[in-house]
């Protein structure tokens, strides 16, 4: 006896198994031909704008877990206001300038920098961006994310480096740019600026610290002595503030004699241009 006939269950057109990895390109490709991002455009438009600006990626190599994540949620939050009745043009975008692109690359083709002209760096950079915004836009679309993947904006474009050069000079004439000083972190391995979330710290056991500053101009004051061994010395205890010294302090009316060594009795406190105490002792030849 066939059981399945004894058995009243409803009839479906929906195959057994999903089969998802076959079915959702083919999902995907009919959604594309029915142009389904430019429709719903068309149905809500004159209607309130929802634009979400889409921070965009490095465009340094494949997609991954986070990529994934970013595009996912933006394009769940378009879909829900798109469903609110909010017109929603949505532009992707990709960042190609900086220093991931550039490391990307020379870890990637094996490149020396340095024996490469910048032109030519320029170019090998601009077409490695490229390329991977061409990988990375076949990934997104892969996921469902729908958007105006014909027209992304991309920061090596000359129209938008452009308009930055423009929005920077309004912001100029507004007076919100001024040079001030601000310590920055430099890596001399990757050559390039950290930012402070970057940096790990890692406890040092030093406390004090004698330092030598080289004598570049006496004055005319020392004329007999050997310049290329004249040093100033100090001694700190706040040896942090070392990179951001402008200059030593000296006591206007303490007379310094070239000497061989540096005693205790011969320092005297100051403090310095980073707020700092400090205290320098008497010229030391060397």
Same mark, same amino acid.
């Given at each position: ?12 057109? @929906? ?60 394009? @769940? ?123 790990? $710290? ?7 610290? $004698? ?76």
């Amino acid at each position: 006896m066939d059981y399945n006939k004894t058995i009243n269950l409803p009839k479906t057109d @929906f195959p057994m198994r999903a089969g998802l990895p076959k079915r959702e390109p083919e999902m995907l490709k009919r959604w594309k031909d029915q142009d389904v991002y430019h429709e719903l455009l068309k149905k809500n438009e004159g209607k309130p704008l929802f634009s979400l600006h889409d921070g965009p990626p490095f465009s340094n190599g494949a997609l991954h877990m986070g990529h994934a994540l970013n595009k996912s949620i933006k394009d @769940f939050i378009t879909r829900s206001y798109a469903m609110r009745g909010y017109y929603t043009p949505y532009i992707p975008g990709w960042d190609n300038h900086g220093m991931p692109i550039e490391s990307a690359i020379i870890k990637e083709q094996k490149l020396n920098r340095k024996a490469m002209s910048v032109p030519e760096f320029r170019s090998a950079c601009h077409a490695y961006a490229q390329h991977y915004v061409d990988v990375q836009s076949e990934g997104f679309q892969r996921m469902g994310v729908i958007g105006d993947w014909e027209h992304p904006y991309l920061t090596m474009n000359p129209g938008f480096e452009a308009e930055e050069v423009k929005v920077f000079g309004a912001m100029y004439k507004k007076g919100y740019i001024y040079k001030g000083f601000k310590p920055v972190y430099w890596c001399p391995h990757d050559e390039t600026a950290l930012a402070e979330a970057e940096i790990e $710290y890692q406890d040092d056991p030093c406390t004090t610290v $004698y330092v030598k500053f080289p004598m570049h101009d006496d004055c005319g004051k020392l004329s007999g002595v050997d310049h290329s061994r004249l040093f100033f010395v100090i001694w700190t205890t706040t040896i942090w503030t070392l990179p951001g010294n402008l200059a030593i302090a000296l006591h206007p009316r303490r007379v310094l004699r070239p000497g061989e060594g540096l005693q205790r009795r011969g320092l005297y406190h100051g403090r310095g241009p980073d707020g700092q105490g400090h205290e320098a002792g008497r010229l030391r030849q060397l």
